[in-house]
């Protein structure tokens, strides 16, 4: 069965440096990574997937992750983040018809 | 893009009550939706799938007696907590997956329901 490792659990920093939410799988075997976004007190938001293709895929909000399929990794990362972006982060990996997720990483950025 | 409705989004009741929350995807139909729990800073837990017309799987360890679950339509999946215990207080979260979508295709999420058991 698939497993998702997110190791940090939170992560601080502050406003318009750059972050790196790590996240990594257990299974080298075909599979479709998503970054999921929960606010305080919101449900989940995807906020990008990775299905085929290009390895590096982007969200509309300056987010990018970077599937690296030999170290079995999807880290998510953004040069400059933004107040708004204080959340939970959730990595998740299908397994046959369902979603694992990781434990999560709160972002939290300062002024 | 595609919306869950989950109600209600919180409640609280007294031990040994029965609560039904449901789940329902608004413009698209839903062949098969899955339950979640999330424990304070925690990730989320699959509890079960939810498929419509037939039986519900539960993940192992989850109590299928005690988390009903019923999926009459293609829109709508109710998670029914019975006999609720204040261990059972906890964030509950659908979400759903277009009939078309196959296993590439990300869930919706509804915004969950905290239930709160005193």
Redesign the interface.
């Known amino acids: 069965a698939q497993s998702v490792t997110q190791l940090d659990s939170q992560v601080p920093v502050f406003e318009e440096a750059p972050v790196e939410l790590r996240c990594n799988y257990s299974s080298s075997v075909s599979v479709y990574l998503f970054w999921y976004v929960q606010y305080p007190n919101q449900g989940l938001q995807l906020l990008l997937k990775y299905l085929s293709g290009s390895t590096l895929v982007e969200s509309i909000n300056g987010f990018e992750a970077e599937f690296n399929k030999s170290q079995t990794s999807f880290h998510l990362r953004k040069p400059s983040v933004h107040i708004s972006d204080t959340a939970e982060y959730f990595c998740a990996v299908t397994d046959t018809d369902k979603l694992i997720f990781g434990t999560g990483t709160r972002l939290q950025v300062f002024p | 893009g595609a919306v869950v409705s989950?109600h209600p989004s919180w409640v609280i009741c007294k031990s040994g009550t029965s609560v039904k929350i449901e789940c329902r995807s608004l413009d698209f139909q839903a062949t098969?939706m899955?339950w979640?729990r999330q424990f304070p800073?925690?990730?989320?837990m699959?509890m079960a799938?939810s498929n419509e017309g037939s039986k519900a799987t539960y993940e192992q360890g989850v109590e299928k007696d005690k988390f009903l679950i019923n999926h009459a339509s293609l829109t709508l999946s109710t998670l029914t907590v019975t006999s609720a215990h204040p261990e059972d207080s906890s964030f509950y979260?659908c979400?759903a997956r277009d009939w078309q979508g196959l296993?590439?295709s990300?869930?919706h999420?509804?915004?969950?329901t905290r239930l709160t058991v005193t």
Do not use: A, E
């Open positions: 989950q098969t899955f979640y800073k925690q990730s989320l699959l799938t979260i979400s296993s590439d990300p869930l999420f509804g915004n969950g």
